[in-house]
Every structure is written in C-alpha cells, then in structure tokens.
C-alpha cells in the first residue's frame, strides 16, 4: 500500500474520477493516475481522512498532491487533540503528564487558558513558529466527556469509571465501536473513593453498610457513628461526575437505594473537601489524592478488617473502592504527537510524575510475606475454622520465599470478567513478561475465594480462578517469553480474607488473584 487502504484499489482506476462538486478535498496520486475526491475529515500530519461517496476513506499523504480549499498546510502543520471529560484528570494529573511529555521531547508546553475555563497546552519547538501540536481540555464531567465523544466534539475521554452499557450503546450507534475493547480503554493511574470527615471529628471508621445509610439518609446524625449528638451534613460533587456515578454504581445501586435530597452538591471536588474540612458535623466522599484538606476515614467490616486507602492497598486493589482514571480513545490514527504522548504515559519517567502528582501509580511492586502481617492475622482469625491448621501452615510456607506483586486481579459482581483494573492489569503483565522483567523467575498465580461454601469446593474454585487469569496473561502476550520464565497456579481458598464476608463488597474483594514471584 502507496497511499490508501486496499479497499481503494477496488474501487478507483487510473479512467475514473468522482464528480467534485460541493467536495472540498481532491487527493492525486503523483503519477496521476488516481483521484480521490471528499469531504476532508482530519488529517493528522501523516494521513488524510476523506468521506467520499464510497465510505469513509484513509489516505497516506506521502503518495499524493492535496488540493481543494480544505486542504492543510504541510509545512506548518499543527496537530490537535482534544480532550473532554473528569475535571480532575485535565486540572490536575494530565498537565504533569504534558509537561514531562514535552522535557522528554525537548520541546516546551505552554498552557493558555480561556474564558470558559477551557485551555489548551501548546507544544513548541525551537526550529519552527508554529507549535507542533494543541491539547485542548474542557473540564466537567465523565458524562460529559462521554456525550462529547458520542457527539464527535472530542478525541478522547477522560473519565473515573467505566462506560455504562448505555454510553457504550450510543457509542456503536455512533459507529464508534467497542470502547470496551482493552485497547479502547487505557488506565493512566490508579484513585480511590474516601469517607473524608473533619480533622477535629472523633469518628475514626466507618463501615460500608453505614457508609451508604449516611448517604441514602437512613442514618442523619453523628451518635449512629459513635460521634457526637449532631447532624450529619452529607457533602458531594456535581451530578454526572464520575465521583458520583462511581459511588452510585459501588455503594447505592447494590444496596438499592439513591443519595438523599439533602446531599450538598459542589461543582469541583476540591472544593466539596475543603467545605468538609471546615465542618466538624461533614462528612463526603472525596478522591484519595483530594483528600489533604480533610481527614479520610477507614472503612470497617462487621467483623473488623479495617482498610485504609493506601497508595498499596489502591495498588494492589485490596481496598474496596478502587477508582481507576481511564482515557477512552477512538478507533482511528491519532496525529504522531498524540501517539507519542500516550506512549509516554505508560513508561516508567511517566509513572514518577504520577506519583509526585499525588495519585497512584501502575509501576509493579514486590511485597514481600513479612509485610502482610494483617493480613496473616485475619487468615488465624477467620480463616483458621474452616479451612484447617494444615493449610494455613501450606499457604504460609508456599509464599514466605515469594514476594507478592502489586498487580492483583479481581473480578465484576457476578461474573468471571474481570473488572477494568484488572484487565488493565493483564495487558501491562504481559508487557512485562515480553520486556524481560521476569526472565529466570517464578511467578506463581494464587487465587483465594469468598467463604460461601465448604472450604474444599472454594479451595477448588479459587485455583480454577488462577488457572484463568493465568491463561488470559499468556493470551495477552503478542510476542514470545523467554523459556526461563515459569508460570505456575496455586489456590488457598477462603484462608486469607480481606474483608468479612457480610457483604457482597466484602465477598467481592475477596474474590482474587494474587501473583507471587520467586
């Protein structure tokens, strides 16, 4: 292929051009011999996009002569792309990113702001006038970001949940494909959803079941909590952010219930924390790298289990209301800037940025046995009756040479998939796996289970778990892994709980595999 996609050559001969009239772009082969004729619909400094009469069509620009008034400037070309989407990702994690991008490039990144509280970063180089490339943002919402991508007003999506089944509905009507296809859907960095309180309220934890009572109004007032005997002022962000939905759709929906009228809505969550802060009687959920302002509360099962969000507990995904930060991206060439940019932020130089940015990071940690000294507790505490002395002593032996890597596996409420941390971190195993970064090594998949059910069932269950995920890594990987790479499966059942099983979010995050590495 010279220029076009194959299909082309089926359609076009060296006798037959299309009719010109109310097109705006006509792309000549240099030996004159084809013409394509259309709409221009972007071109990104390699490749045109033209709608002709025979469907849309991608043109490689190198093998043609452009004219029509809509044809672009070749020489001071400027690639844009356009984000829409989650007001913390564009304000706060997502110009570290361009300004490490644009160090690592050698070139400079301004950013200019405009009165509608959009703005844009121009990337320049010291050679030329015009900047290589513009990154627009327009801060709101992840609903908006998404009804913006549906609507072709954006190129990529920035967003702190998942695509609803109806966004994802409206997006194939929209003949933009699956945006759940892994490579559609790319996590950036790791959040957490956090009870956040005043740092002069006494309360310490909270549990979730008590998390949602406060929210949906069944619980109103502080001494519920063991807190003072005062009203409970519920503080939130806007509706349609992807804070909100994330709550409703990890603590409302399963327990069938909505927010209560009374719930105090800010347009940005930084500023919903530091009405929180400034209230002993508050209480709103915040994100994790939000939180400073105010004081984040742990959350409790019946049973105990206290999980704080951590940057490891967010990592490995043993806290309960893990909030991945996504870019969506469309089915089509993005301009070489745009490539480029998103390589970077998978690299380890962006991985630091993250992290001094205040947010997670996705660079894999060994966790070595001694550091799991709660988590050995509550395997005695509530594990011991069921599952045996002898297999607790077989679970123990098995990791003590091991170390635990921070990419865990869970997987969606009812179903076997697995959740969207997860398949992210399936790809960025694999990766891994293909780099080098194991040769010579072990890594063990051990899955552990929920304790519904006899203990030998779930000890079953659990291996046929990691067996699957295991399988799904190899799946994942596009080239070959050295021969001294040794991947073996191992289960343990209900003998390491990270939460009581009372609750569905309780048996959920106890339902997991873990890689150990040898």
Not at 18 to 47: C, M, P, R, W, Y
Request: charged share 25%.
């Amino acid at each position: 292929m010279t220029f076009y996609r194959v299909a082309v050559a089926a359609l076009f001969s060296a006798i037959y051009t299309l009719n010109a009239s109310a097109q705006d772009i006509s792309l000549t082969s240099h030996d004159g011999k084809v013409e394509v004729v259309g709409n221009l619909l972007g071109f990104d400094g390699e490749f045109y996009r033209v709608d002709t009469q025979f469907g849309e069509l991608t043109v490689d620009g190198s093998g043609v002569t452009c004219a029509g008034p809509a044809c672009p400037s070749l020489t001071d070309f400027v690639a844009e792309l356009r984000f829409s989407g989650a007001s913390v990702m564009a304000e706060k994690i997502l110009p570290e990113l361009i300004i490490g991008f644009a160090r690592q490039e050698g070139l400079s990144a301004a950013p200019i702001r405009e009165s509608s509280g959009r703005f844009y970063y121009e990337l320049k180089t010291t050679d030329r006038e015009a900047p290589l490339g513009r990154f627009y943002f327009d801060p709101g919402t992840t609903a908006r970001g998404f009804s913006d991508f549906i609507e072709n007003e954006t190129d990529i999506v920035m967003a702190l949940r998942e695509i609803t089944s109806q966004e994802q509905e409206a997006a194939r009507d929209a003949g933009l494909g699956d945006l759940q296809h892994s490579r559609r859907a790319r996590v950036i960095a790791l959040d957490a959803l956090v009870p956040i309180v005043a740092s002069d309220n006494p309360v310490g934890q909270i549990s979730l079941g008590q998390l949602v009572q406060v929210l949906s109004g069944q619980i109103d007032n502080w001494v519920a909590l063991g807190g003072p005997d005062a009203p409970i002022s519920v503080h939130m962000p806007e509706v349609g952010s992807g804070l909100t939905q994330g709550v409703e759709k990890q603590l409302l929906q399963p327990a069938d219930v909505t927010l209560a009228d009374t719930v105090i809505r800010h347009k940005r969550s930084t500023a919903m924390a530091r009405a929180v802060a400034k209230d002993p009687f508050a209480i709103g959920i915040a994100s994790q790298a939000e939180a400073d302002a105010a004081r984040a509360l742990a959350l409790a099962g019946g049973c105990g289990h206290p999980l704080a969000a951590t940057r490891q507990s967010i990592k490995t995904e043993d806290y309960p209301l893990t909030a991945p930060m996504f870019l969506y991206l469309p089915n089509r060439r993005l301009p070489r800037i745009g490539r480029q940019f998103l390589a970077y932020i998978q690299g380890a130089e962006a991985q630091d940025v993250i992290r001094n940015a205040g947010f997670v990071d996705q660079s894999p940690e060994l966790l070595p046995l001694s550091a799991q000294g709660d988590r050995l507790a509550n395997a005695v505490a509530s594990g011991a009756s069921e599952v045996g002395l002898d297999e607790l002593q077989r679970m123990v032996e098995t990791l003590r040479p091991r170390s635990r890597l921070s990419l865990s596996f869970r997987f969606e409420a009812g179903s076997s998939r697995p959740d969207a941390q997860s398949r992210s971190n399936l790809l960025h195993l694999a990766q891994l796996l293909e780099s080098g970064k194991f040769d010579g090594r072990t890594l063990t998949f051990v899955g552990f289970s929920d304790g519904d059910g006899a203990a030998t069932a779930n000890a079953r269950i659990a291996e046929l778990r990691a067996k699957t995920v295991r399988n799904a890594v190899l799946d994942a990987v596009e080239t070959k892994i050295a021969d001294s790479v040794t991947l073996e499966v191992d289960g343990f059942g209900e003998a390491m709980p990270m939460a009581c099983d009372d609750t569905e979010w309780g048996r959920k995050i106890n339902r997991r595999v873990e890689v150990w590495v040898e």
